[in-house]
C-alpha cells in the first residue's frame, strides 16, 4: 500500500508523517479537482492564504466607485 504524501505550504517540503500534517482549505481548480492545503505542524504560523481574489475584489469596487456613472453620484 502507498503512502500518501502532502505538500507543506510554510516551507514547501514533502510531509511523510500524516499525523505531522495539518489540513487548511482545499484550493478549486482552474480545470481538475484541485487540491486539499496542508503545513508541518511547526509551519502553521507560515502559511497565508492567496490574497488574489481579494486585490481582484477590491480593484472591481474601486472602479465601481470611481466610474463617472456609478450610481452614488447620481444622487448628489
Known amino acids: 500500500m502507498s503512502?500518501?504524501?502532502?505538500?507543506?505550504?510554510?516551507?514547501?517540503?514533502v510531509i511523510t508523517d500524516e499525523e505531522g500534517a495539518v489540513?487548511?482549505?482545499h484550493e478549486p481548480g482552474g480545470s481538475g479537482l484541485g487540491r486539499d492545503v496542508y503545513a508541518h505542524r511547526e509551519h502553521i504560523h507560515q502559511v497565508r492564504e492567496d490574497e488574489t481574489a481579494i486585490r481582484l475584489l477590491a480593484r472591481i469596487l474601486v472602479w465601481h466607485l470611481t466610474s463617472p456613472d456609478a450610481e452614488w453620484r447620481k444622487n448628489l
Do not use: A, M
Open 23 to 25: 489540513f487548511f482549505w
Open 3 to 13: 503512502q500518501t504524501l502532502f505538500c507543506c505550504r510554510g516551507c514547501e517540503g
